[in-house]
Structures are given as structure tokens and as C-alpha cells.
């Protein structure tokens, strides 16, 4: 059983920043992409990041140049670092685990920004 726990949600001003955390347990390969999805009110879910276990890393449009994701693969943690916050990034906030059989999320955390 694999459970990806998040943390680090909250409420910020415009332009402001917060780290999200999500950390794995479980068996985990260490074959795996492990990424952040977002899902806000009338809104499709989009990808937000997703970094492979080489650190390769990919970035929705909308975040690019602005969110950084990182991951410490020997605490199966992944990281989401995101700055200039804008109110259009309000939304859940998913952790999601790929080990290319099943697939996990994270129950979700609340990110709200303020204009």
C-alpha cells in the first residue's frame, strides 16, 4: 500500500510564495515520475510539474518560470516551490505518484491566493 501525504497549503497574498511537500510511503520502485496536479472550481485538473527519478522535470504553461519543483528520492518526497503567486493559481493542489503500473494521488491541499 502506497500513501502520498501533502503539506504546506495555505493562504497567501498576490506575488507571494509557499512549498508544497509530499511524501510517499510505502514500496515504491524507484523507477517513478512523481508530480503536483491542480484542480480549481469550473476547471479541468491540469499538471502543474512532474519530475522523474533522474530529475527530469516538466512544467504546465501557465507555472513556467515561476514554480520550481524538486524531489529528495531517498525520502521519496517531492517538492513544489512556487513564487509570484497569482490569484489564478488558487485550486487543490494533488501530489501524484506514476510508477508506470498504478498511479497514486495525495488527498489534496487547499492553495488560495488573494488579490
Same mark, same amino acid.
Given at each position: 500500500?502506497? /500513501? /502520498? ?8 497574498? +498576490?506575488? *507571494? ?5 509530499? !511524501? +510517499? $510511503? %510505502? ?12 484542480? +480549481? ?7 502543474? +510539474?512532474?519530475?522523474?527519478?533522474? %530529475?527530469?522535470?516538466?512544467? *504546465?504553461?501557465?507555472? #513556467?518560470?515561476?514554480?520550481?519543483? $524538486?524531489?529528495? $528520492?531517498? #525520502? ?8 509570484? /503567486? #497569482? &490569484?489564478?493559481?488558487? !485550486? ?8 508506470? %503500473? &498504478? ?13
Amino acid at each position: 500500500q502506497v /500513501l /502520498l501525504v501533502e503539506s504546506g497549503g495555505g493562504l497567501v497574498q +498576490a506575488g *507571494g510564495s509557499l512549498t508544497l511537500s509530499c !511524501a +510517499a $510511503s %510505502g514500496k515504491i520502485f524507484s523507477r517513478n515520475i512523481m508530480g503536483w496536479y491542480r484542480h +480549481a472550481p469550473g476547471k479541468q485538473r491540469e499538471l502543474v +510539474a512532474m519530475i522523474t527519478q533522474d %530529475g527530469i522535470k516538466e512544467y *504546465g504553461d501557465s507555472v #513556467k518560470g515561476r514554480f520550481n519543483i $524538486s524531489r529528495d $528520492s531517498a #525520502k521519496n518526497t517531492v517538492y513544489l516551490q512556487m513564487n509570484g /503567486l #497569482k &490569484p489564478e493559481d488558487t !485550486a487543490v493542489y494533488y501530489c501524484h505518484l506514476d510508477t508506470f %503500473g &498504478p498511479t497514486y494521488w495525495g488527498q489534496g491541499t487547499q492553495v488560495t491566493v488573494s488579490s
